[in-house]
């Protein structure tokens, strides 16, 4: 069974920056594309960033040019950093394993896990 498991959310001011990690065992982590997601109070859950088995990337519009997803593969990790943060981006982030990163479509091979609150505000 495979298990996700995400930290490094906080309380950061306006324009602060954030490292999320996300941890994945019982699975073979490199041959997957992985997502971060994020789920707002009263809001669907969205993919923010996904990256490919291979490396390539891709960003929701809203996180362009301000978050960097990458993987470390010997360490089965994937990180989210978040630059310029906005109160906007407050939220519970996930990860979870992809089967592609062609579309953004917010859906996850596994059970989500227990997620990290990412606060942004003054």
């Known amino acids: 069974q495979v298990q996700l498991v995400e930290s490094g959310g906080g309380l950061v001011q306006p324009g602060g920056s954030l490292r999320l990690s996300c941890v994945a065992s019982?699975?073979?982590?490199?041959?997957?594309?992985m997502g971060w997601y994020r789920q707002a109070p009263g809001k669907q859950r969205e993919l923010v960033a996904a990256?490919?088995?291979?490396?390539?990337?891709r960003y929701a519009e809203s996180v362009k040019g301000r978050f960097t997803i990458s993987r470390d593969n010997a360490q089965n990790t994937v990180y989210l950093q978040m630059n310029s943060l906005k109160p906007e981006d407050t939220a519970v982030y996930y990860c979870?394993?992809?089967?592609?990163?062609?579309?953004?479509?917010?859906?996850?091979?596994?059970?989500w896990g227990q997620g990290t609150q990412v606060t942004v505000s003054s």
């Open positions: 979870n394993r992809r089967r592609t990163i062609a579309t953004m479509e917010a859906y996850g091979m596994d059970s």
């Open positions: 019982g699975t073979i982590f490199s041959i997957y594309a």
């Open positions: 990256v490919s088995s291979g490396g390539i990337t």
